[in-house]
């Protein structure tokens, strides 16, 4: 690969003559890593012409550099970077100022410092990763994704690709969304009443901006999903964590003055309880009562293979009042980044706005590929790869449970792709996941979930799509050893 000749700029506050300062340019960009060994850089021609010295200027800089064995001469080829040159593993610039900026004074709202925890990097090269919410790239449908995204580059679909949408969505995939997604949760939706989001979280931090303020008050359940509890926080309303029970949410628990409820019926995070059809029509009178909003996060139905799901809370919806969130990312992969929100029209028109203001719309290209994927029936034949494997792994996971005496607090009516699990008293999870990490075994501590300072500390999650089935079994008896050695690490 050759170094782009735009890449190069003299320091203005180089000492020495011409030639060293090109000489110092060239080798600070070996030093730092940004040139890599073998890649060639501009002639000499090129690079006087760029720079605005003479040619015979250059020519002596990387004749030195040659000498040094930063670069290496290849006869009419040119000049590149040396195998024996002095390359760091990673790209470090070195500083070029002081910060002298008071940042403590010039930032006006923080965002840093939440409840949500960071996940290795790394998740991949543990031999048992029992993580939630990645990919499987053995059960993924490369081939046919890849001809999806293919086709949307095609001529035919330029405009989807290349087109400004403004505060638009693709009409393929919003008709998809409409006319098969939806319906399976009982939903009737005209595109009107439908906005696709950057992933869910997007679409939750859409809802909080819009329904929210410093008056309002929002109630979330407890256990819940951190990200949410911090998105929450940034709004600056008025939260009042609620504990979950088998059931799920307890409607009566609702305080008085609720303006918004946050809720997954469905499958709840992270306990997986699923909501009993006679407690989602006491949570909708009780939000009639309370003239509450009722976000739904719909994040995993279509990982039922234990079972049909229940039809959403929003399909049960008379009043209007429940806005729901869907998602792409948990049965595709997370890194699409694509999800839903559906609500009533007046909502949505606000959303659109505020999503317009932020990041327009997801990228065309990314929505038309989906619709693809989605129309031409892959998605659904993924789906059912993904329920078949993960039924065999459910059953792997809770055959190794019990061999080894763990306990299971929530393990979801309908299916999913994890278990909510709880340790003796005295086990603290996080403690637990950092013994466990020089067994290649990644858990998720429960800490984080709960609201407030005295949190339960003996819960933890355990994620079972990316982990292949003859895995399980050693991995579970991994944790339950370590589990056993609380007493010489607490």
Partial sequence: MAISVETF??????????????????????????????????????????????????????????????????????????????IPPVYTPPPKSHDTVDWSRAIAQRFTGGDTPRKPDDWRDYRYPFIYGQVDPTLFDHANWRLCALRALGQKDFASLTSDYFDQDDPLLIEYIARHTLPRRGITARPEEILITMGAQNALWLTARILLNRQRTAAIEDPSYYALRDLLNHARCRLVPLRVDADGLPPQSIPPDTDVIYTTPSHQSPTTATMPMSRRHELLDRARDLDALIVEDDYEFEMSFLAAPYPALKSIDRDGRVIYVGSFSKSLFPGLRLGYLVGSERFIREARALRASMLRHPPGHIQRTAAYFLSLGHYDSQIRRMGNALHTRRQVLEQAIDAHGLTIAGRGVYGGSSLWMQAPPQVDTAKLASRLVRDSTFIEPGAPFFAGPDRPRNFYRLGYSSILSERIPEGIALIANAMGEAEDWT
């Fill in 9 to 86: 700029f003299l320091s203005p506050d180089a000492s020495g003559t011409l030639q060293a300062k090109v000489q110092q340019m060239i080798a600070e960009g070996i030093l730092s890593g940004r040139f890599h060994v073998g890649e060639k850089l501009p002639s000499s021609r090129k690079l006087a012409a760029h720079l605005g010295v003479s040619r015979i200027t250059v020519t002596l800089a990387y004749t030195e550099l040659v000498a040094n064995d930063y670069l290496t001469s290849q006869g009419r080829s040119g000049y590149f970077v040396s195998e024996n040159a002095p």
